[in-house]
């Protein structure tokens, strides 16, 4: 069996002054985001060295109230990111409560299931399963949301006349914005779709990745890989029309009326 090879803090440490002189280049290069890069990938390593600090901690705990108070964070913080993604949000953090409810039902639930039916650990919340599973499936199904009430959004600023057009026509408010909710699915579920596509051919997606770096048999790593882009698929989709039942319904009055100052564009 392989064993993994350790990557030291000064190996961390080369790559990130690569980045930095890479954001230097793009600078010289008209890049006007270069302090937003920089800025990311401090954030980025700062989030993931203090959840690994946490995570061994979890671990060596194995008790499930710290892994369900890790899920409430990262579920928290999902849905936070989902309202910071949108160019209008809705008012009284509602882009936040849609975010988190959906996936609350979806990727959740379907982590909740797979680890009950299908890998079944003892017990069935043990973090080492529990936690990655719940992160990617999380990741995927929070970008697909966003997009998705982003483009909803958007789009029914942008068509107004349309949307009251059909409304003057006698179509119900489902009706009239059918068009607009059609659109924001195609757009949040089209990276999905590309991801699918190119796995195993054009990328070796990350979970498989990891396992095989870690010494694992590339066959076993290819089962929970095909596991997992299937959970992204159930969670990601089932997400995306729940947050878009909801952000639809929220965009009309009791009397159907399309309820435009309900959304706050964000500066």
Do not use: C
Request: glycine residues 6%.
């Amino acid at each position: 069996m392989m064993t993994m090879i350790s990557i030291s803090y000064l190996d961390l440490t080369f790559l990130a002054s690569l980045v930095f002189l890479l954001g230097l280049v793009l600078m010289l290069n008209g890049f006007q985001q270069t302090r937003q890069l920089w800025i990311a990938s401090v954030r980025m390593i700062a989030q993931l060295l203090l959840m690994g600090v946490w995570l061994s901690w979890v671990f060596y705990a194995d008790h499930w109230i710290w892994i369900a108070l890790v899920s409430v964070v990262m579920l928290g913080f999902a849905g936070y990111e989902i309202s910071k993604r949108q160019t209008y949000v809705f008012a009284s953090n509602g882009s936040f409560k849609m975010g988190l409810l959906s996936l609350s039902m979806t990727a959740l639930v379907v982590t909740i299931m797979v680890l009950t039916l299908v890998i079944q650990p003892e017990p069935w919340y043990k973090p080492q399963y529990a936690i990655p599973l719940l992160g990617m499936v999380l990741g995927n199904s929070m970008t697909a949301v966003g997009l998705g009430l982003d483009t909803l959004t958007k789009q029914a600023v942008q068509l107004k006349p349309q949307i009251e057009a059909q409304l003057a026509l006698g179509k119900t408010a489902k009706q009239s914005i059918a068009f607009i909710r059609e659109q924001s699915l195609h757009t949040a579920l089209i990276p999905v779709i590309n991801i699918l596509v190119a796995a195993g051919i054009v990328s070796l997606p990350g979970m498989m990745t990891g396992q095989i770096l870690a010494g694992a048999d590339p066959m076993e790593a290819v089962k929970y890989q095909i596991m997992v882009m299937l959970l992204i698929v159930l969670s990601t989709a089932s997400g995306v029309m729940i947050a878009l039942h909801l952000g639809s319904k929220r965009l009309f009055d009791d009397r159907q009326r399309l309820v435009l100052d309900k959304l706050v564009k964000q500066k």
